[in-house]
Nanobody, 119 residues
Framework: QVQLVESGGGYVQAGGSLNLTCAAS????????MGWYRRVPGQSSDQLRELVARIFVRGTTFYSPLVEGRFTITRDDARSMTVLLMGNLRPEDTGVYFC?????????WGQGIPVIVSS
């Protein structure tokens, strides 16, 4: 089993920055890809969370067009962590952000952390 714990969310004004950190613990060997998803206001818990960014084991990254150029995802495999650096935040970035990781073929999710961007 793997546990993912997010930290760093909160409240920020438009144009500001926040960094989200996800720390993995447990059986973290065999990590493949880690990423961040979000659920924006108006989405129900039954709807798919939208992908924000992903980073693969060799460092290849993928970003949603909605955040590319403003967000950066990094990973530190030695500490089993991924960080989402969010800059030039917009009110439409408001939502609950979830860490996601694939370890030894299984997918895990964090509990989610809120990010609120005021205009």
């Amino acid at each position: 089993q793997v546990q993912l714990v997010e930290s760093g969310g909160g409240y920020v004004q438009a144009g500001g920055s926040l960094n989200l950190t996800c720390a993995a613990s447990g059986q973290v060997s065999g990590v493949n890809v880690m990423g961040w998803y979000r659920r924006v206001p108006g989405q129900s818990s039954d709807q798919l969370r939208e992908l924000v960014a992903r980073i693969f084991v060799r460092g290849t990254t993928f970003y949603s067009p909605l955040v590319e150029g403003r967000f950066t995802i990094t990973r530190d495999d030695a500490r089993s962590m991924t960080v989402l650096l969010m800059g030039n935040l917009r009110p439409e970035d408001t939502g609950v952000y979830f860490c996601n990781g694939q370890f030894s073929g299984k997918t895990y999710w964090g509990q989610g952390i809120p990010v609120i961007v005021s205009s």
